[in-house]
């Protein structure tokens, strides 16, 4: 075994450059002095010319030479063994260990790792901090935990690694474990550990153990004024519910910055308390602190999910304006304010900065782009882009679904839902919720019966209430209101909306005493009555001519129920009114209420004096009704019918001038009679159907049929306030 190292050894070790140097300089030494000068100068030379190479040794680490490298390393391991000396091998295995890290060898590394133990080396601080770097890059976190906990290192860095090596992978229950045995071994954690832990106590809901951190924080005078300890400090108490506190810790800061902010913002925003949010965001622009995209994100979602929408979207305008660029998240926001406004332009412009910043390429910006339109009436262009996403989701079907049938465009519904089942994605419950409500609004049975047994095959709808309130009020709206009441009585569960779909059926078939029996039932079961509710329950009394309860139920709205009347409920105090004659307390209603009478609530009036032959009242709401001049030929027919009833032609003529004069032309009538095959349409005098004549003596009974049920309710009414009075 050579104890000194040769001059061949040497040679191939010495870069280019310096072998360059070496020889434009020769020596001059006599021939026969020349081997052993050769040696002394080897003797003399040995430990610089070790420092040498382990210069160059880390050199070519840092460049990632690994072959260079280990060439040289196995020089000076052989120097250090002859010498029994391991300074110089402790530098070079932290230099090889830093370059197998970051060019990811994980072979070699371990290699590597089997001679630092054979050294005797592996509770070297230097080493040690290196083999934890190392393991934790390839995500061997409880390696290099085993090997910093085996060493008696004090040195708190390793352990930061460590404990923030498993936050980053969400491990967060050994990210703390860790943090106590680091604390067991009496290592004092700095800035650097705390942020890390705390996170991992805000991830885990841990309250207890993150108090117990800050207790050890507050131990530190010199943690108690780091910011990003404080703020660490803040985003766990806001995490973790307890929003006094680190709103305390938040105002104690005497400089924040936009972490500070960001921090307290998302605790209150993540509680839902925006009204605390929107105050602080204001102070942080106050502040004058610059805002990311995260916190105008943030607020601007709050806008959206409270419902001001045109807040929202002057934030997203604004954020544009400040030079941000929109990301993803913040275009989904912009164009969920413009659908629900129905700002089709602002919308498209949103759009356009969609595909100049290639935020169209996610399929979350089409799924509200198919919103948007949809909403906006633009279904052609909402099609458009579903065609355009290539990854439907059940997500990207709903859109465009329930967009058709807002619309109620039923045909391409169906035809859409139809093609979504020869798809591999299965629909959800917001498929058929979205679909139910247009076969009750055109009376589609057929597909609704076929919906119906689909939600029945599967279990997984079965916990839905939604789906089996769709059901109720699509039975309900198309007469088959013993279906709905069987299905209403075999719910376990109710709600608001369960009630009102069954009250609003019974009231359209007449049955008023059945609607007012259910809705005490369901103020019996302590739900709370919304404002669709109280619409459903007086119009089922208007139908029924049950003036007495209505009057009660109205006057109930705001002292018992907490529910202010809307225009729609003074709507069916004057249709309730106006149907049993009663015409100057409709009238009344009219003059009294906090709206402006809308054209619908007009003709109702003026079709109940038609009724009842006040001309007088009938004369003075045409008269407001034309005032407004209404675009429904509608309007215009009923006022004309109701002058040639009374005889009053001139009037008559008079208003079919005014039509002429704004280009109001009335459409023929028309209905829709579902024959069991298919829908089935009737105009006004139209004699094509080859059964014409049947239907006509058909139409002539039922018409007979209605006014003697009518003049029956009629004496009732008559008979029921002649005793109360």
């Known amino acids: 075994m050579c104890s000194k190292l040769n001059v061949y050894q040497i040679e191939r070790c010495i870069p280019m450059k310096w072998k360059e140097t070496i020889k434009q300089k020769p020596i001059d030494l006599p021939i026969k002095f020349k081997h052993k000068t050769i040696i002394r100068l080897d003797e003399k030379a040995d430990s ?3 420092d040498c190479l382990v210069a160059t040794l880390k050199d070519f680490a840092r460049q990632g030479h690994l072959f260079k490298s280990l060439r040289i390393f196995s020089v000076i391991r052989d120097h250090a063994l002859a010498s029994a000396s391991p300074v110089f091998v402790v530098d070079s295995f932290s230099s090889l260990l830093f370059s197998l890290t970051n060019l990811k060898l994980l072979p070699q590394g371990k290699q590597l790792h089997a001679q630092v133990i054979t050294w005797g080396l592996h509770k070297s601080h230097a080493l040690v901090r290196k083999l934890v770097s190392y393991y934790t890059s390839f995500d061997f976190i409880d390696d290099a935990r085993f090997i910093v906990a085996d060493s008696n290192i004090l040195d708190p860095l390793p352990w930061n690694v460590i404990i923030s090596s498993y936050v980053s992978k969400g491990r967060y229950e050994e990210a ?16 650097f550990s705390y942020p890390s832990v705390l996170k991992a106590c ?17 131990g530190s005078s010199s943690m108690n004024s780091d910011l990003f300890v ?9 995490k973790c519910g307890d929003l006094e506190t680190a709103r305390s810790i938040f105002d104690k800061i005497l400089v924040k910055d936009e972490v500070s902010w960001n921090s307290i913002i998302s605790a209150y925003s993540s509680r839902g308390i925006w009204g605390q949010a929107f105050e602080l965001f204001e102070g942080m622009q106050e502040a004058d602190v610059k805002l990311n995209i995260i916190i105008w994100n943030t607020v601007a979602g709050g806008c959206l999910k409270t419902g001001n929408f045109k807040r929202a979207l002057q934030l997203i305008c604004t954020m544009r304006i400040s030079g941000n660029q929109l990301d993803p998240v913040a275009v989904i926001i912009g164009l969920g304010a413009c659908s629900h406004i ?20 996610y399929d979350n910006v089409k799924n509200a ?56 994605i299965k629909p959800n419950h917001v498929t058929l919720a979205g679909i139910l409500p247009l076969c009750a609004r055109v009376a589609n049975l057929q597909h609704g019966r076929e919906f119906h047994g689909y939600i029945v095959k599967h279990e997984e709808f079965h916990g839905h209430l939604l789906l089996w309130n769709a059901l109720i009020d699509m039975y309900s709206r198309s007469g088959r209101v013993l279906i709905a009441r069987r299905l209403f009585d075999s719910l376990e569960k109710r709600d608001t909306v369960t009630y009102t779909s069954l009250i609003g059926g019974y009231g359209i078939q ?23 509710a109280m619409v459903a329950i007086l119009s089922a009394c208007s139908h029924s001519g049950l003036v007495l309860q209505g009057k009660l139920l109205f006057e109930k709205m705001m002292s018992v129920y907490c529910v202010n009347p809307a225009l729609e409920h003074f709507a069916c105090m004057v249709d309730l009114y106006g149907r049993a004659g009663l015409l100057n307390k409709a009238k009344e209603i009219l003059l009294k209420m906090p709206y402006d009478p809308t054209p619908e609530m007009w003709a109702t009036l003026i079709g109940s004096c038609r009724v009842h032959r006040n001309t007088e009242i009938g004369e003075w709401a045409a008269e407001k009704l034309l005032e407004m001049k209404p675009k429904n030929s509608g309007y215009y027919v009923l006022i004309a019918n109701m002058y040639a009833a009374a005889g009053c032609w001139t009037k008559l003529a008079k208003v079919r001038t005014f039509m002429r004069d704004l280009g109001v032309r009335k459409e023929p009538g028309c209905a829709w009679i579902d024959i069991g095959s298919g829908f089935s349409p009737f105009l006004v005098e139209d004699s094509s159907n080859g059964q014409a004549d049947e ?20 004496e009732n009414l008559k008979l029921t306030l002649h005793y109360k009075t």
């Open 230 to 238: 404080q703020n660490a400090l803040v985003s766990m108490y806001g």
């Open 176 to 191: 703390i474990f860790t943090y106590k045995q680091m604390r067991r071994k009496g290592i004092i954690p700095d800035c």
């Open 510 to 532: 007449g049955g008023g005493r059945v609607a007012v029996e259910l809705f005490e039932e369901m103020i019996k079961s302590k739900i709370k009555p919304d404002h669709v």
């Open 342 to 361: 129905c700002a089709l332009k602002q919308g498209k412009e949103i759009h356009g900065l969609a595909i100049r910043s290639s935020s169209i390429n």
């Open 202 to 218: 805000a991830e885990q809901s841990n309250l207890d153990f993150g108090r117990e951190v800050h207790k050890s924080i507050n």
């Open 48 to 50: 610089s010319m070790v």
């Open 695 to 714: 239907i006509s003596v058909l139409l002539v009974g039922l018409n007979k049929h209605m006014r003697d049920i009518d003049c029956v309710a009629c």
């Open 369 to 424: 782009l198919i919103t948007l339109y949809s909403r906006c009436g633009d279904l052609k262009h909402a099609y458009i882009v579903f065609r355009l996403v290539e990854g439907k989701t059940v997500i990207t079907w709903n859109s465009i679904i329930s967009g058709f049938a807002q619309w109620d465009r039923s045909e391409e519904a169906s035809l859409l839902f139809r093609e979504l089942f020869l798809t591999d």
